[in-house]
């Protein structure tokens, strides 16, 4: 029997595909559990219309992730942290650093979309990956940079 899954099932498939399954299974388990419909004419030909939807949102805010990357790409990010006397860092600059920098510029980024591949331990200009939207992705320039002395500020 043929069936359109109404939700994402592990043995099956995701929302709004088409699977075959044996009858019983599809008339005992998965209609009436709410996890699957018949296929019809009329359930296919509504499920083609939510596939278009979906692709149209799906369009529409990837071109809007574009423009959001552009803008993050433009961002000068530069992290002020203390360093020991050889120049090396106490600690390192993480995702939530970066993240907390760009919620600071006005961007809502989520920690786990900032894509580092190690924490940044030294000094420097790093480019880092932030995922956008699910293939969008914003090259970020990072430069971390000597903290000034509270004495120099003073002065």
Request: charged residues 40%.
């Amino acid at each position: 029997m043929k069936i359109i899954l109404k939700k994402d099932y592990d043995k099956l498939g995701k929302t709004m595909d088409v699977v075959t399954v044996k009858d019983g299974y599809a008339r005992n388990f998965l209609i009436p559990s709410g996890i699957a419909v018949p296929a019809t004419e009329g359930n296919m030909s509504a499920v083609k219309e939510a596939k278009v939807i979906e692709q149209r949102r799906d369009e529409k805010k990837s071109k809007e992730a574009r423009q959001l990357a552009k803008k993050i790409e433009d961002v000068p990010c530069t992290i002020s942290v203390r360093v020991k006397r050889d120049e090396e860092i106490y600690g390192s600059v993480s995702a939530h650093e970066i993240a907390e920098f760009l919620g600071k510029e006005g961007f809502n980024i989520e920690k786990a979309s900032v894509e580092l591949e190690e924490p940044i331990k030294q000094l420097g200009v790093y480019s880092v990956k932030i995922k956008v939207y699910k293939d969008v992705y914003a090259k970020l320039k990072v430069w971390v940079v000597k903290e000034e002395d509270e004495k120099a500020k003073t002065d």
